[in-house]
């Protein structure tokens, strides 16, 4: 793992401890269209389980 991949990760770490929503880290590029199809998968199946779980309260998602 290089340094700035090392930084990167330990950045979202700390990002994720001072937002304990954070889900999921993913990495795009709008200019060349890189990770986008991975976001709105993550975006989707993040809504699904919110959604799942304020209709199924009782149910841990």
Do not use: F, N, W
């Not at 990002?15 to 200019?31: A, G, M, N, T, V």
């Not at 986008?36 to 149910?59: G, N, V």
């Amino acid at each position: 793992m290089s340094k700035t991949s090392l930084l990167r990760a330990l950045r979202g770490e700390e990002l994720r401890d001072k937002y304990p929503q954070i889900i999921e880290h993913c990495k795009i590029s709008s200019k060349i269209s890189l990770g986008i199809e991975e976001l709105q998968k993550a975006i989707a199946e993040s809504a699904t389980k919110l959604l799942m779980a304020i209709r199924t309260p009782h149910i841990k998602v």
